[in-house]
T-cell receptor
């Protein structure tokens, strides 16, 4: 059974204080790993897809990396508007085509 | 929001009553999904559709049924609502070959 575990559950940062969020996964054959951002009362917003170990993707202050067991979402010099819940999901060979298994998310709060 | 509209956005219903949630897309995407989101569980797949009249079960399908008679509409029905079905329901869409899913704004359902 494919599983995704995210840590920490919650993270509080000062503006400008860089940090990383972790997504550990177990999957029998990874098709893709996905990062989403979710603001309160809204649906998840797609950020990145990573397909193979060693791959990295960047968007503004966010950088996602992937190994064979985990993914990190690095946040560099965060701003208060980066406050949100960040979700990680995997698509595995056993789960079935285009079906995602999600973690429970990391709630990030960035204080001015 | 990638042309996805969920209706209603909020609903309160009584135990034992039938409830239908609607998802409408304007993107002409092939794949449509229904997820539920609960504290401590993350997003869990209920049902999905890979084309008109083609649907399949997800992880938590008991008590739910779906229908897709047109490309743009995907309906989720709770035949007889129970309190355990109180949740936030999200519809998502994705295109063929693109696993990144785009989500609607969600429907908050309360069963009393």
């Amino acid at each position: 059974e494919d599983q995704v575990t995210q840590s920490p559950e919650a993270l509080r940062l000062q503006e400008g204080e860089s940090s990383s969020l972790n997504c550990s996964y177990t999957v029998s054959g990874l098709r893709g790993l996905f990062w989403y951002r979710q603001d309160p009362g809204k649906g998840p917003e797609f950020l990145f897809t990573l397909y193979s170990a060693g791959e990295e993707k960047e968007k503004e202050r966010l950088k996602a990396t992937l190994t064979k067991k985990e993914s990190f979402l690095h946040i560099t010099a965060p701003k208060p508007e980066d406050s949100a819940t960040y979700l990680c999901a995997v698509e595995g060979m056993n789960t079935g085509f285009q079906k995602l298994v999600f973690g429970t998310g990391t709630r990030l709060l960035v204080s001015p | 929001d990638a042309g996805i509209t969920q209706s209603p956005r909020h609903k309160v219903t009584e135990t034992g009553t039938p409830v239908t949630l609607r998802c409408h897309q304007t993107e002409n995407h092939r794949y449509m999904y229904w997820y539920r989101q609960d504290p401590g569980h993350g997003l869990r797949l209920i049902h999905y559709s890979y084309g008109v009249k083609d649907t399949d079960k997800g992880e938590v399908s008991d008590g739910y049924s779906v229908s897709r008679s047109k490309t743009e509409d995907f309906l989720l029905t709770l035949e007889s609502a129970t309190s355990s079905q109180t949740s936030v329901y999200f519809c998502a869409i994705s295109g063929l070959g693109n696993t990144e899913a785009f989500f609607g704004q969600g429907t908050r359902l309360t069963v009393v």
